[in-house]
């Protein structure tokens, strides 16, 4: 698929002669369901990893807003393409956390990934973060379509979707979520959600604060 991508691109950058209006939309609907079927496979492989126990986590001390900044700054295109404004309130000064950078960023940015697609357009999306007791607590909400009462026990099972005519129309394979809990649960977190028909639903992550102890080890309360 790689190969493919990059002759695709190649070809629109017209690299082998020029190319029409009709021949561009074309290779760049190519170029898209690549795109879409690359994140499709990487996300079984997770799901695979998940499930089977082999999912690497590598955490480090580093800073959550880093790790907001950098997902939201990644999905600020897509919802500019439905005029939705992503707002940060993030707390100042929130301790470090051990995390795996790029695991985590992966959350965030399935959370706005989802809340973009069921979010109406002008419309937007907050993302906070706060320090509560011995935790940092993340929340993305939106004030989309929310999610049925009956469905949020179900919503972070593989392959689950709330409205199969709804997702299929946004390109939803129903791993995303699973993803987010695997991920966070790695971490010795969890995740919650709140959600109102109508009104949108809240993503709340709760990742257990750092311990650094006098040897300078770093330990995780609520460990597993």
Known sequence: MTAIRGYAQLLTLEKFGRIGDEQRKILET???NIDR????????????RLESGTLKITPERCRIEEIIDNAVETMEGHARLKNIRIEKMVEYDLPDLLLDKNRMEQVITNLLSNAIKFSNRNSRILVRAKRDGENVVLEVQDFGRGI??????????????????????????????TIVKGIIEAHGGRVEVDSKLGEGSTFRIILPVEHVEKKGKVKIFSER
């Open 30 to 32: 190519i170029i898209r």
């Open 37 to 48: 079927l690359d994140k499709l496979l990487n996300d079984i492989l997770d799901v695979s």
């Open 148 to 177: 049925p009462k009956s469905k949020l026990n179900k919503i972070f099972e593989p392959f689950y979707q709330v409205d199969t005519g709804m997702d299929r129309k946004f390109g939803g394979a129903g791993l995303g979520l």
